[in-house]
T-cell receptor, first 114, second 115 residues
Framework: AQTVTQSQPEMSVQEAETVTLSCTYD???????LFWYKQPPSRQMILVIRQEAYKQQNATENRFSVNFQKAAKSFSLKISDSQLGDTAMYFCAFMKPPNTPLVFGKGTRLSVIA | EAQVTQNPRYLITVTGKKLTVTCSQN?????MSWYRQDPGLGLRQIYY???????DKGDVPEGYKVSRKEKRNFPLILESPSPNQTSLYFC??????????????FGPGTRLTVL
């Protein structure tokens, strides 16, 4: 069974600074997807970024980027120019296609401080 | 607007009183799923459906039922709710197409309290 570990329960960052959230996973699969979801105080689950394991290039979405290290089974999220609206719980998730459940880490609570 | 909707958003009920949480998506997605979120445990899958009339158990199915009579709807049924089912529930859907990155999109969540 796959497992996802987020080793940082809480983090904080100053506004406009850069922060990196860690995620490691364990799997014997070679083809899979990885995701970062954001859950703000509204409790909505919002997709931040996704990465296909077969792609060597790291995914980027505006201020969000990942560092995907397949051999090390590591999938960290970097948030650049942090904004107050980035304050949220961030979940790393793994999925083996097709149509299997998302396996979530326990989350990292990020606070952006003015 | 493409979205997953859930109703109700908040519900307080008593032990044993049957309830249904509805989930609907307007994206023609084949795959739909229910998760529950509990402090310290993260999100865990309850049930999923790969298409109409096809449902299967997830990691924590006990005490829940689902049905998929139409592609767009995937209701979650608690026949006899108990206090340990107090949780935040999410419905999610995805294309279900194996050739594409199969991203799951989540509804807004339903906060259920069973007294």
């Amino acid at each position: 069974a796959q497992t996802v570990t987020q080793s940082q329960p809480e983090m904080s960052v100053q506004e406009a600074e850069t922060v990196t959230l860690s995620c490691t996973y364990d799997t014997s699969e070679s083809n899979y997807y990885l995701f970062w979801y954001k859950q703000p105080p509204s409790r909505q689950m919002i997709l931040v970024i996704r990465q296909e394991a077969y792609k060597q290039q790291n995914a980027t979405e505006n201020r969000f980027s990942v560092n995907f290290q397949k051999a090390a089974k590591s999938f960290s999220l970097k948030i650049s120019d942090s904004q107050l609206g980035d304050t949220a719980m961030y979940f790393c998730a793994f999925m083996k296609p097709p149509n299997t459940p998302l396996v979530f880490g326990k989350g990292t609570r990020l606070s952006v401080i003015a | 607007e493409a979205q997953v909707t859930q109703n109700p958003r908040y519900l307080i009920t008593v032990t044993g009183k049957k309830l249904t949480v509805t989930c609907s998506q307007n994206m023609n997605h084949e795959y739909m799923s229910w998760y529950r979120q509990d402090p310290g445990l993260g999100l865990r899958q309850i049930y999923y459906s790969m298409n109409v009339e096809v449902t299967d158990k997830g990691d924590v199915p006990e005490g829940y039922k689902v049905s998929r009579k139409e592609k767009r709807n995937f209701p979650l049924i608690l026949e006899s709710p108990s206090p340990n089912q107090t949780s935040l529930y999410f419905c999610a859907s995805s294309l279900g197409n194996t050739r594409l990155t199969d991203t799951q999109y989540f509804g807004p969540g339903t906060r259920l309290t069973v007294l």
